[in-house]
């Protein structure tokens, strides 16, 4: 079979068109069927970029592959070989593309110019473009690759896309990842970036509109980041704004001063949770004080709502250095149950957490102190550890 004439490397606006069907056959998964055509506009899957979609005929375009030239397109529902039928690429989805991958080539070939880092591998996807580059760039470093691709957006410069000849191929310096000789097509943006590649590109860098880096992370000893360009940029702009105006409406504050407020409410509510754990101590502590004493009964147990873990520790220790027997906190009573803290120094307490774990309590630690969770409501612990050993 004769290699599939590609449209989109003679026009890349060109989404309407006619072909002939050469085969139909039905595919792997039911209900597809793999249709070749002489000559298409569709965009097959290569280079980390998804297909393009769109219809043939009825036919809706599920996905397009490309082997040895020949590019086959998955559709959903059957065409007539030797028939002809007209072809339609959904044109947004092709031009959001065009956008994200342009961006992508701009902003890689600045990096590698101001910082020798190499984009190593690159996905786009329907909804996020991540490239990953071969070293580290700080956020000043990922600012100053951003600000330099959106002045070259400014400047509207020519995107040239060519197959140039072998010998004058050998005397070109591109970006490439692999070692080509033969039909290597060049993407160049004229003081930007040239870079072998075979996906649809932006007629001009104007056209990208803006290019904006969402998140940065370390990635094998290089770094990864997710980019936003376009539409895509513009939308995830509209998202932020209309986050920071309910924040700022939340906080009355102005959406310049947002995360000022957010860090003055932090601190705030930091010093509201101390001041209820001084507040709480002093009610168990009063509690404590008015508990039956030692020798009338051995246990001491009380029970509060929203004690700290260290309020809880504290006041078991001073308990048992009163109480002989078991000396525990009790903090919750909502649907979570109680969480507690139970120790005794005459008492082992790895002994009881047994017994307890029989009654369904979940606890563990070690023979002076355990800790847990438990669902049964202040009857049934009592009851619990009431039937300790040694209680
Ligand atoms: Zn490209």
């Known amino acids: 079979m004769e290699k599939t004439e590609e449209i989109y490397y003679e026009d890349v606006h060109q989404t309407d068109f006619t072909a002939a069907v050469l085969s139909c056959v039905p595919g792997p998964a039911s209900g597809t069927y793999r249709a070749v055509l002489n000559r298409t506009a569709f965009f097959p899957e290569q280079g980390g970029q998804n297909a393009d979609r769109g219809t043939l005929g009825d036919a809706r375009v599920l996905d397009v592959h490309i082997r040895d030239g020949i590019i086959t397109h998955t559709i959903d529902r059957p065409l007539v070989p030797g028939e002809s039928v007209r072809g339609s690429v959904d044109w947004e ?20 110019r101001l910082f020798h880092v190499n984009n190593v591998g690159f996905h786009l996807g329907e909804t996020e473009t991540q490239v990953d580059f071969d070293g580290a760039l700080t956020a000043e470093d990922v600012s100053r690759i ?101 924040i700022s409406k939340l906080l009355s504050v102005p959406q310049n001063g947002i995360d000022a407020a957010v860090e003055r409410l932090l601190l705030k509510e930091s010093e509201l949770e101390g001041k209820i754990s001084a507040l709480t101590e002093k009610l168990l502590e009063e509690e404590a004080s008015a508990l039956p004493a030692p020798e009338v009964s051995p246990d001491a147990l009380l029970f509060t709502e929203g004690a700290d873990q260290n309020t809880m520790r504290r006041l078991v220790n001073r308990l048992m250095e009163r109480y002989p027997g078991y000396s525990a906190v009790f ?47 202040e009857a049934g612990i009592r009851e619990a550890v009431a039937s300790l050993p040694g209680a």
């Not at 989805?93 to 590698?112: K, L, N, P, V, Y």
């Not at 005794?344 to 800790?371: H, N, T, W």
């Open 331 to 377: 903090s919750g009573g909502g649907p979570d149950g109680y969480r507690f803290i139970l120790g005794s120094l005459r008492q082992d307490c790895m002994a009881a957490a047994a017994v307890l774990r029989k009654k369904g309590f979940r606890c563990g630690g070690e023979s002076r102190l355990i800790q847990g969770g438990t669902r049964s409501d």
């Open 146 to 246: 951003e600000e330099e691709v959106n002045r070259a957006v400014w400047r509207d410069i020519p995107v040239k896309c060519w197959f140039p000849p072998e010998d004058l191929l050998k005397t070109l310096k591109y970006r490439s990842k692999l070692d080509l000789t033969e039909g290597v097509r060049i993407v160049s943006i004229p003081g930007v970036d040239d870079c072998a590649c075979c996906a649809p590109h932006a007629d001009s860098t104007g056209q990208v509109g803006i290019l904006k880096v969402l998140d940065r992370i370390s990635y094998k000893g290089g770094v990864r980041l997710h980019l936003a360009c376009g539409g895509r940029a513009l939308r995830d702009y509209g998202g932020k704004q209309e986050r920071g105006e309910k």
């Open 93 to 112: 989805r092709r031009f959001d593309f065009m956008q994200q991958h342009t961006g992508e080539h701009m902003f890689s070939g600045i990096a590698c």
